[in-house]
């Protein structure tokens, strides 16, 4: 059934006007006045609508009683992610989406190829953003998860290391009182293993660098602010392939699928 992003309150009953995007979506996939559909705004659960009028600019359906499924895994975790460049970092958001992250953080670091500042950041950040209402209404997600601006990694690693002996460093445990922040690092002794076998029951960080890593003195500054470095194996993997290897190793032992 076909489910669409409805930014706005939604209520058991209502007849509600369709915005522009859903209608030509809408149009695209052929639906007719009578089909079945599923929106969410998401606040949380979903409901099943029927379309009830459909013409060239308008559209409007009817919402049934509200369903509170839910498909988020059972722990939450930040992507930090080093800005990739060309169409790299639209397919990791897409796919990061579908393996159950709760929020994206772009970071420009020494080593991205893409540098973005201004209205050209903003302009990214709300097409990652509509990526990611995009890949919740295909894969099931009825909570959405928010795309942060675009941060330079020093100044968001430094603003972050309030409680850093809390979370961890490259030589103690992954979690302390129950904060946890990982970086993946080629360079890194401890490995996969050395993550926890159960779910954090606190809000987790993974952090990746673009293409080439993280440059030593952007790690140094992560482990100073309570990272700790992991490695996965002997293989050095591409920025868009580490990031999905490890949420969907994290998915597999955590309970995420």
Known sequence: MPRFFIDAPLHAGALLDLPQTVVRHVQVLRLKAGDS???FNGMGGEYPAVLTTLEKRHATAQLGEH????AEPPYRITLAQGIAGGDKMDWLIEKAIELGVTQIQPLATERSVIRLDGERAAKRVA?????????????GRNRVPRVMP???????????????DEA?????DVIKSGVWRVLLSPRADS???????????????????????????EEALARDAGFTAIRLGERILR????????LAALAARWGGW
């Open 67 to 70: 369903n509170p499924r839910e």
């Open 191 to 217: 490995g996969f293993d050395s993550l926890p076998q159960e779910a954090p029951s606190h809000a987790g960080v993974l952090l990746f660098g673009p293409e080439g890593g993280l440059a030593p003195q």
């Open 239 to 246: 920025t868009e392939t580490a990031g999905i290897a490890v």
């Open 168 to 172: 961890g460093n490259a030589d103690g």
């Open 127 to 139: 097409h990652w953003q509509a990526l990611v209402q995009a890949a919740c209404e295909q894969c």
């Open 150 to 164: 675009i941060q330079p990694i020093t100044r968001w690693l430094n603003d972050r290391d309030a409680g850093q």
């Open 37 to 39: 559909l599923t929106l």
